[in-house]
């Protein structure tokens, strides 16, 4: 009996990891929701736009993420496409997670296969190069 019960709590333990996750992106999501970044002095400036000029990948998601909560995505796709594509992907491997928690299943050591991983990273990399080439400019935040 007492095995049961131990069990019980390690896999309550196990989901405590990403509904925390979850509470912190709620309230990211709920402060940029309220504090709108498109007022100056609200967040910093982006440290490699402010040092280059030129447009990181995640330039224009606090803007996206305010545009989401307040349910416009044609605006958020037009602030930062690629962080609106990456919404489902992440929720996706969130909700893995919890359900391997509340199985009581091991956490993977890696979160995609590494060619998957290599993909994403080249996947950023040339969003990070065409949104600052003329040619790409409707990336632009």
């Known amino acids: 009996m007492a095995d049961i019960g131990r069990r019980g709590s390690d896999r309550l333990r196990s989901v405590l990891a990403p ?3 979850a509470a912190a992106a709620g ?3 709920a402060v940029v ?17 402010w040092a280059t000029g030129l447009y990181c990948p995640g330039c224009g998601t606090l803007r996206t993420i305010h545009a989401l909560a307040h349910l416009d995505p044609a605006a958020a796709l037009g602030l930062n496409p690629l962080a609106v594509a990456m919404i489902p992907f992440l929720v996706f491997w969130w909700g893995r997670w919890l359900v391997r928690a509340l199985q009581g299943r091991p956490r993977r050591t890696s ?17 990070w ?9 409707f990336l632009a935040p």
Do not use: K, Q
């Open 111 to 127: 979160l995609a296969h590494p060619a998957w991983l290599w993909a994403f990273l080249a996947l950023v990399l040339v969003y």
């Open 19 to 21: 509904l925390g996750v």
């Open 27 to 29: 309230v990211v999501f």
């Open 33 to 49: 929701g309220t504090i709108d970044p498109n007022e100056p002095g609200h967040y910093p400036t982006c440290p490699f736009l």
């Open 129 to 137: 190069v065409v949104r600052n080439l003329p040619f790409g400019a």
